[in-house]
């Protein structure tokens, strides 16, 4: 069974957008295992909290995420 995860900052998605990443998550699979993965691609869209990511020993909040890069 295909499984994709996709963790993202918990509100920054709406429901639409959660059902786009299913739908074409799905149709990726279908596209690369034929059209019998389908039925039981399983698809996670996991909202993770604010300050629940980290990278590099430091903790990442949406604040930080939405930051430009200074130039």
């Known amino acids: ?3 994709a995860n996709f963790k993202v900052p918990a509100g ?4 639409e957008q959660k059902e ?3 739908t074409r998550t799905t149709e ?3 596209e690369i295992y034929g059209e019998r993965a389908r039925a039981t691609t399983m698809v996670l869209v996991e909202e993770v ?3 629940g990511w980290g ?6 909040t949406l ?3 939405q ?5």
Request: net charge negative.
């Open 1 to 3: 069974m295909p499984f």
């Open 12 to 15: 920054t998605l709406t429901a």
């Open 20 to 22: 786009t990443i299913v």
């Open 28 to 30: 990726l699979y279908a």
């Open 49 to 51: 909290p604010d300050g």
């Open 55 to 60: 990278i590099g020993g430091g903790v990442l």
């Open 63 to 65: 604040a930080m995420l």
């Open 67 to 71: 930051q430009t890069p200074e130039e």
